[in-house]
């Protein structure tokens, strides 16, 4: 999933993400093992941990200092600050690719040649995303906080793109609970709604005051998910 973020908000995105990766990419990649991967926009890098379990080594990639900064590391784990067309010479060899929230901020232009520049043939190209229902949070909480009119598609793959066969496609409703502490950091994360939120709170720094808002509550903080994952293969010997 990707929230826009900004300066201020870049290390509360990295410090907390719902814990979402894991279980689609469980359901999503089931036993296959690769050697060597590449997470495109890999944020805070939890997108890049979830995939070990499924890999001897991944490259996380973003062209963001500020979240590479907040990477967390990993012996398995190497980051740079980069895109896909920016990639240290030799970093190739991949036989996956994956796409955590980010497509619809890549160039799809010349995106197959690209990689087929990087990748192992018969690579396979792993992406999805998730969209989180926060409406029922912000409605309790009474904050003067509009949701996203973003028209931002969470569900893009590559499935109209030349050059891809899709291998899977899936889809899914999940659900998990937080603590007043990370209900915080998924309404922050947002750079809009961070700022939204320094205004209500008067405050340049407005954690600890939603943090203190939330735990007031006596509720369930149960929060629903959408999701979507598909599994493609980069086609070679096009024209």
């Not at 900004?6 to 036993?31: D, F, K, N, Q």
């Not at 990477?71 to 970093?91: K, N, W």
């Not at 030349?162 to 750079?191: Q, W």
């Amino acid at each position: 999933m990707v929230e826009r973020y900004g300066a201020r908000s870049a290390g509360v995105y990295a410090s907390y993400r719902p814990p979402l990766h894991h279980p689609i990419v469980s359901e999503a990649l089931g036993t296959r093992h690769f050697e060597r991967a590449l997470d495109l926009g890999c944020g805070g890098g939890h997108s890049a941990k979830a995939l070990l379990d499924h890999c001897d080594f991944v490259l996380g990639i973003d062209p963001s200092p500020g979240m590479i900064a907040h990477a967390m590391p990993h012996a398995r784990i190497a980051y740079h600050v980069a895109d896909v067309t920016t990639l240290p010479a030799g970093e190739q060899n991949f036989d996956l690719v994956s796409v955590a929230g980010a497509l619809p901020y890549i160039d799809l232009t010349g995106f197959h040649a690209q990689l087929q520049r990087l990748c192992q043939q018969y690579a396979k190209i792993f992406v999805y995303d998730f969209k989180l229902d926060m409406s029922p949070i912000i409605e309790v909480l009474q904050l003067p906080v509009m949701q996203s009119s973003s028209s931002y598609a969470h569900e893009l793959n590559l499935s109209h793109i030349d050059g891809f066969s899709t291998v899977s496609l899936g889809t899914a409703r999940k659900s998990f609970v937080a603590k007043p502490k990370e209900v915080a950091c998924i309404l922050l994360a947002n750079a809009d709604r961070f700022e939204q939120l320094a205004v209500c709170f008067d405050a340049s720094d407005p954690m600890q005051s939603l943090e203190a808002l939330i735990a007031k509550k006596d509720h369930s903080w149960e929060i629903a998910a959408d999701s979507w994952y598909a599994l493609h293969e980069v086609l070679y010997g096009l024209n």
